[in-house]
């Protein structure tokens, strides 16, 4: 299982059942998965407007990796089981990760459990990357439809970050390959957006 801290406004949203679980027959995830949190459990994830959509940023506690997942709808709520789980192996693949790192992740995930505690440190480091989020789509005069989910995912997991406790920074990309025993692809050859 996969253990998912909602902020107040995301976790309206959820249409969940009393165990935290998504309700939704798509969400019903792998049961080997089902009652222990992998390695891959501790996200934190936010309710965000964009050009006045709706858009849910997930970011993992211990390594800082973000999800970005765009213009969501009220089913697509629903469906963040999946969503997640689409956005994370797309993110990996798009980095190069090799098959055992692909392989691993998927066997990590899980049912998405929601809660309300969430750490203001991870946060504050959420919040951040939705102003980078913000700021590109204004410094580019994109539209968010023209805006790759996919791409902005690869940027955020480039974009160096702080932890609470420690002075030196630490690179997502590198952390959750790290995390998933993988040997993290050089960065050197992607473009920013």
Do not use: Y
Not at 116 to 143: C, K, P, Y
Not at 153 to 164: E, F, S, V, Y
């Amino acid at each position: 299982m996969i253990r998912l801290h909602a902020t107040k406004k995301l976790f309206d949203k959820l249409p969940l059942a009393a165990d935290g679980r998504l309700d939704s027959p798509e969400a019903a995830g792998d049961v080997a998965n089902d009652d222990v949190e992998s390695p891959l459990s501790g996200w934190h994830a936010n309710l965000i407007r964009l050009q006045r959509r709706q858009c849910v940023l997930l970011m993992h506690d211990a390594t800082r990796f973000a999800l970005f997942l765009p213009a969501l709808t009220k089913p697509d709520f629903a469906r963040l089981d999946v969503l997640f789980r689409d956005a994370l192996m797309n993110t990996l693949l798009k980095l190069d990760a090799d098959e055992a790192v692909l392989l691993r992740a998927q066997s990590m995930l899980g049912p998405l459990v929601c809660d309300r505690a969430t750490d203001r440190s991870v946060l504050g480091t959420l919040n951040q990357a939705a102003q980078e989020i913000d700021h590109l789509l204004w410094f580019r005069e994109m539209r968010l439809d023209e805006l790759s989910p996919l791409l902005v995912n690869i940027r955020l997991a480039q974009t160096p970050r702080n932890r609470k406790g420690s002075k030196d920074c630490l690179w997502p990309v590198d952390e959750m390959f790290r995390l998933l025993g993988g040997q993290a692809p050089d960065i050197s050859r992607w473009r920013w957006l």
